[in-house]
C-alpha cells in the first residue's frame, strides 16, 4: 500500500481557487469559494459573534477571512479595528474591494503567524479554517490566537466531528476523492479540545453541535434556494467558543 499523501494547505487551496475562477465568472467562484451561501452564512457567522457578545468597539480578527463572507456583514457595524488573513491573494483582494473599509487591515497570511501585538483582540475567529489544518498547525494556530487576545477576549473556530451524523458525508467523500492535492478535510474530537483547552490555559465557554440551530436571529436569514432560517440558525459545522482569562 503506497503511503498517503498530506497535501500542503497553502498550495493546495491556491490551486482549488484558481480552478474556481478558471470555471465560473468572479463573484460566483469567490462564494463557491468560501462554500457558497455567501451572505446567509456571513450572517450566521456575524449573528454568532453578536451572541458571544461582540460589541461596535471591539477588534476582530478574522483568520480564514476568505473572500470577506463575514467582513462584509460586520462592515456597517463595527467601529473597532478588523484585520482579515487567507492564503489566498486573490481572496483577500476581493474581500476589501466588497468591504470598503479603509481602515482596515487584510493580509496574506504568513505560515501560522498572526500579525498583530500581543493583548489587542477581542475576538480571533477561524471559520472553516481548522477543518483544513493538520491538528499540530490547529493547535500552533491557537496559540498564536491566544497571545493577541485580550484578557476577557474569545476565539471562536467552527470545526467537524465524528460524533455529528450530517458531517459523516464530507468523510466520506473524502475517501472516494482522489484528486491529486485535494484541500484536506479535517475531523478535531471534543476530548482533543478539552486538552487543547487545558494547555492553553483557556476556558471552554460553550460547544455547539452543527446540526442543531444555536444561533440567535434578529431577522431572517434567506438562503440562495430562498428558504428563510427563522429564530435559530446553524451553519452545519460544530463550534467552539474559548475565553482568555488572562489577568488585566
Given amino acids: 500500500m503506497s503511503s498517503s499523501h498530506i497535501p500542503d494547505y497553502k498550495s493546495s487551496y491556491n490551486q482549488h481557487i484558481k480552478n474556481l ?35 461596535k468597539k471591539h477588534s476582530v480578527i478574522d483568520i480564514g477571512c476568505g473572500s470577506g463572507r463575514l467582513a462584509v456583514q460586520l462592515a456597517p457595524f463595527l467601529e473597532g479595528q478588523y484585520t482579515g488573513i487567507d492564503v489566498v491573494p486573490e481572496l483577500v483582494d476581493y474581500a476589501k474591494e466588497i468591504c470598503r473599509r479603509e481602515d482596515w487591515h487584510f493580509a ?17 475567529c477561524f471559520f472553516s479554517v481548522l477543518t483544513h489544518l493538520l491538528h499540530e498547525e490547529s493547535y500552533q494556530y491557537l496559540e498564536e490566537a491566544k ?8 476565539i471562536v473556530f467552527s470545526f467537524l ?23 484536506l478535510t479535517q475531523f478535531l474530537s471534543r476530548d482533543a479540545i478539552e486538552v487543547w483547552a487545558q494547555h492553553l490555559e483557556l476556558k471552554i465557554a460553550a460547544i455547539y453541535d452543527g446540526d442543531k440551530p444555536h444561533i440567535p436571529l434578529p431577522q431572517p436569514v434567506k438562503l440562495d434556494n430562498g428558504t428563510e432560517i427563522t429564530e435559530l440558525g446553524c451553519f452545519g459545522q460544530s463550534v467552539c467558543i474559548l475565553v482568555n482569562q488572562g489577568q488585566t
Wanted: hydrophobic residues 40%; negative net charge.
Fill in 21 to 55: 475562477l478558471n470555471a465560473y465568472e468572479r463573484d460566483q467562484a469567490m462564494s463557491l469559494a468560501v462554500g457558497g451561501e455567501f451572505e446567509a452564512f456571513g450572517l450566521l457567522e456575524f449573528y454568532l459573534l453578536l451572541d458571544c457578545k461582540l460589541e
Fill in 161 to 183: 466531528e465524528f460524533a455529528i451524523p450530517s458531517h459523516w458525508a464530507l468523510f466520506s467523500g473524502t475517501i472516494k476523492d482522489t484528486t491529486p492535492n485535494k484541500v
Fill in 147 to 154: 497571545r493577541v487576545l485580550k484578557p476577557g477576549g474569545r
Fill in 108 to 124: 496574506i497570511a504568513q505560515g501560522l503567524t498572526i500579525p498583530e501585538p500581543d493583548n489587542s483582540a477581542d475576538f480571533v
